[in-house]
Nanobody, 125 residues
Framework: VQLQASGGGLVQTGGSLRLSCAAS????????VGWFRQAPGKEREGVSC???????YYIDSVKGRFTISRDNAKNTVDLRMDNLQREDTATYYC????????????????????WGQGTQVTVSS
């Protein structure tokens, strides 16, 4: 049972990246999948989440810039990030949970049990 996050990199302000979270050893089709990020010196925060039924959630700071989507045939969940800003710089993680309810909660790790390793996103001016 493993999640693999990929797609991070170095991009200039205003640029775009597409992160991908691939599940292996299990099917994430019936799970909610969340994307989280942690910047240096800050707590990890929820960024976006998609339910098994395709409902999507975003924190205010990324609404209109980030798009989460899932491809159950490929067992992946992507996070398209457009118009990236310096404050988006962080290590990004994906994780699964039964529902998205607590993705934006400080105690989200209680609900999100399976985590992938992070992928670094760096936005330069």
């Amino acid at each position: 049972v493993q999640l693999q996050a990929s797609g991070g990199g170095l991009v200039q302000t205003g640029g775009s990246l597409r992160l991908s979270c691939a599940a292996s050893g299990f099917s994430a089709e019936h799970d909610a999948v969340g994307w989280f990020r942690q910047a240096p010196g800050k707590e990890r925060e929820g960024v976006s989440c998609i339910t098994s039924g395709g409902l999507t959630y975003y924190i205010d700071s990324v609404k209109g810039r980030f798009t989460i989507s899932r491809d159950n045939a490929k067992n992946t969940v992507d996070l398209r990030m457009d118009n990236l800003q310096r404050e988006d710089t962080a290590t990004y993680y994906c994780a699964t949970a039964p529902e998205c309810t607590y993705y934006n909660d400080p105690y989200h790790s209680i609900a999100f049990g399976t985590w992938g390793q992070g992928t670094q996103v760096t936005v330069s001016s």
